[in-house]
């Protein structure tokens, strides 16, 4: 999904938004990237906003991006800001691999998790959590991602929320017991062939199969 934004994007002839300058976009800039984005006109300028304020020379690093994400919700876009992979999310959004987004980079990133359909936030979300990138997910991996998760989850409401918080050791005591019921759930339904790997497919037919997961994953990815 991310590639095919950002060639439709560098294939637009009149998508001449700059990555490199403060200029604002004009109204065809944001209606082209609304329309290869599925942001509407007002997001794309908002998105526009957020790149020039933390990028430099056009450009943002890792530690910028994570400021980045922290201004979605101040301009009303998904609050992601809380992502327990905000690195790995960074290394996705990366297509040329130069240890820098640039505008399209960012734009196109953001449209997947902000405005992909489930199956595009379902495979990007597994490259999120095949850690050691070898094409599965182990069971070690399935429950960080759900304990992670859940804590990313819990923390996202919990900010909004006026009621008593927990502590840090309550959450993970929590998070820890909630991550290990699901992976053995997990592994003893969904674990098709029973070489304790889930593959993409599996994992997609976990998800999608399993409202509590839909739920705990969409806490802070914005299903």
């Not at 734009?107 to 902000?114: E, F, I, K, M, W």
């Not at 017991?177 to 497919?201: K, P, R």
Request: with cysteine; charged share 30%.
């Amino acid at each position: 999904y991310q590639r095919r934004v950002r060639e439709n994007i560098n294939n637009k002839k009149n998508c001449k938004m700059s990555a490199t300058s403060e200029n604002k976009p004009d109204q065809e800039d944001l209606s082209n990237f609304a329309s290869l984005t599925n942001f509407d006109k007002i997001e794309v300028q908002k998105v526009f906003e957020i790149f020039n304020r933390v990028s430099i020379n056009g450009k943002i690093d890792k530690d910028n991006f994570e400021r980045a994400l922290s201004l979605l919700k101040e301009v009303g876009l998904n609050e992601i800001e809380h992502s327990p992979f905000s690195q790995q999310m960074f290394e996705l959004f990366d297509e040329n691999k130069d240890g820098t987004l640039d505008l399209k980079e960012f734009v196109s990133g953001l449209a997947l998790l902000c405005k992909g359909t489930l199956e595009d936030k379902l495979s990007i979300f597994f490259r999120l959590y095949d850690i050691d990138g070898n094409g599965y997910i182990s069971k070690v991996e399935i429950v960080n991602i759900i304990k992670r998760a859940w804590k990313s989850g819990y923390k996202t409401v919990a900010a909004k929320s006026k009621k008593k918080k927990m502590t840090e050791e309550q959450i993970e005591e929590i998070a820890s017991m909630i991550a290990n019921d699901f992976g053995e759930s997990f592994f003893t339904t969904f674990d098709g062939n029973s070489d304790g790997n889930l593959t993409e497919a599996e994992f997609k037919h976990f998800v999608v199969n399993n409202s509590d997961v839909s739920s705990i994953l969409s806490g802070f990815a914005g299903m």
